[in-house]
């Protein structure tokens, strides 16, 4: 039976929605029903996948909890821009990266121990991290040293703000997390779109564009990130960034009305995409 859906979301997401053709042509576009993968997860029971459903299992969006979307993509694919769109269009976004400046900031929680493993990496009890880069680029066995210092630092961050929306009544988050799929943080969000261009030299032209980088840092980068092609096979979602930013922008907002809906059983409504 077809789903219909109440739409509570902001008038800029809804704007946002655009039918079939103006969505780019490399991007998964998003449709009406539902089912879960099941896993054994230890925040969610599951996480939501575009397929075929019943009633029963899409009824399991709605309740106390927002629908946590994880949004990754490799260095280069457009994230950010595509994490400011979310933003735009009023959807609470946790940007891991931000977390983590913050953990290395004067008084930040990581400052103590990630100073006690690498010594004379703090200055004014801050991390300063280009000291700290000469003690984890390409050396693995320093970098998940620091990795097991700093991300139950994030994940406690993650699960104070998932909590904290709750309680605002936010039906949908976004974590921006840069290497969801490398930590392992797509097991507990809902569903996961990741930011594509699809197109490695674009990537590279866009990175090595940036302030102070290189093309040995940038392979270092990589060779840490799952790669893209992958990415884009395991993620719900795909949104293409190598399109107009109109496009890539009406698929984003309607994600947004895609998964801020709440569904209830009907014979004849069926979502504006």
């Not at 054994?40 to 009824?59: G, M």
């Not at 929306?165 to 507990?188: C, F």
């Not at 594509?196 to 290189?214: D, F, H, I, P």
């Amino acid at each position: 039976m077809p789903l219909a859906w109440t739409c509570p979301v902001a008038p800029s997401a809804r704007a946002a929605c655009r039918d079939n053709s103006s969505f780019c042509s490399h991007a998964r576009r998003p449709t009406y029903t539902f089912s879960f993968k099941h896993k054994a997860q230890p925040h969610r029971s599951a996480r939501i996948a575009v397929s075929d459903t019943n009633s029963s299992d899409a009824d399991r969006m709605g309740g106390g909890k927002p629908f946590v979307l994880g949004l990754t993509g490799s260095i280069g694919m457009g994230k950010s821009a595509v994490s400011d769109m979310f933003r735009k269009l009023e959807v609470p976004v946790m940007d891991s990266d931000k977390v983590v400046h913050e953990l290395y900031a004067k008084g930040g929680a990581a400052v103590a121990p990630v100073g006690k493993a690498f010594p004379g990496v703090t200055v004014d009890d801050a991390i300063l991290r280009s000291e700290l880069g000469k003690y984890v680029l390409n050396n693995e066995v320093n970098m998940q040293l620091l990795e097991s210092i700093v991300h139950p630092l994030v994940d406690a961050e993650r699960d104070k703000f998932v909590a904290q929306m709750a309680m605002d009544n936010h039906r949908l988050v976004v974590l921006d997390i840069p290497l969801l799929y490398e930590t392992g943080a797509d097991k507990w969000v809902d569903a996961v779109a990741v930011a594509s261009t699809s197109n490695v030299a674009l990537q590279r032209e866009r990175v090595l564009a940036r302030a102070g980088m290189t093309p040995d840092k940038l392979d270092a980068i990589l060779a840490r990130q799952v790669p893209d092609e992958e990415k884009r096979k395991r993620a719900d979602y795909t949104i293409d960034t190598a399109c107009a930013l109109a496009e890539t922008e009406a698929v984003v907002g309607g994600l947004v009305a895609l998964l801020s809906c709440q569904p209830h059983p009907s014979s004849d409504i069926t979502p504006g995409f």
